[in-house]
């Protein structure tokens, strides 16, 4: 078991447990997430995911060096697209994924929590995509996400210098979307999710998807995706509960359905 799982409430917060290892990617780890995300996916009781790493020095300090000794050129081909296929798994779950990045945050590390939705920074925290500073290029979606995150011009400036960037510079260009309290960026991540879960999750889990689809896309063209993505709550249960509840003037109560 790579990864500690603690439930609160309709959240669900999964650990990183290697912290003697900076909670660094391998096979395995990626393989339990693609399983825990595909899991979360399914489960009606989860309406949102924080994601974190063991300890205070590292959400996750990127790949697994000491298990590719020996690799071949064949074999990092396949890490590839096993690491793609993780974080695929955590972008395609229609619950929201929160990381609270606790530390470093490099290389895969980066490119994990650039997969999640959203991102709430510890103060001490540091991100950054280092790969070519070791001859080779963000290779597990660095490339293509951290742009989308934060524009082309600040992804060519990250991936070129290789530098990493703090909580304060992170939270001005948009790739961290709160900073905590000192060693508080879980229970802060917490309180997000937790404001998340009290909305319908048929409509968070449209919204996800109907954002991840139509955001590249010629306005008329990503209208149209938007519209079809509205649908599945437009004829859902839970749209009309929460018209009877506002009605009625009380809380809602969904059913995820």
């Given at each position: ?160 210098t290789a530098r990493r960037v703090d909580a304060t510079e ?88």
């Amino acid at each position: 078991m790579y990864f500690l799982s603690e439930t609160r409430g309709a959240v669900r917060i999964l650990t990183i447990d290697g912290e003697a290892t900076l909670n660094v990617l391998s096979r395995g780890l990626v393989a339990e997430l693609k399983h825990l995300a595909e899991g979360i996916a399914a489960d009606t009781s989860v309406r949102a995911v924080v994601l974190t790493g063991k300890g205070m020095k590292a959400f996750c300090a990127g790949a697994n060096l000491k298990e590719r000794t020996g690799w071949t050129f064949d074999d990092v081909r396949n890490w590839l697209i096993e690491l793609h296929a993780g974080l695929r798994a955590v972008e395609r779950c229609g619950k929201p994924w929160i990381a609270a990045v606790n530390g470093l945050a490099l290389g895969g590390g980066c490119e994990l929590a650039l997969a999640c939705d959203l991102r709430v920074f510890d103060p001490a925290a540091q991100m950054g995509l280092t790969e070519t500073k070791i001859g080779i290029i963000p290779g597990g979606g660095g490339t293509v996400r951290l742009a989308r995150v934060v524009g082309e011009g600040r992804a060519r400036d990250l991936i070129f210098t290789a530098r990493r960037v703090d909580a304060t510079e992170a939270l001005a260009m948009g790739l961290a979307n709160r900073v905590s309290a000192p060693g508080q960026s879980v229970d802060e991540a917490v309180k997000l999710a937790e404001q998340i879960a009290q909305n319908a999750p048929v409509a968070v889990a449209a919204a996800k998807h109907a954002i991840e689809d139509a955001w590249d896309l010629p306005l008329d063209e990503a209208l149209d995706r938007e519209r079809a993505h509205y649908e599945k709550p437009l004829l859902s249960e839970d749209r009309n509960e929460g018209l009877k509840a506002f009605a009625e003037k009380r809380a809602p109560v969904w059913q995820g359905k």
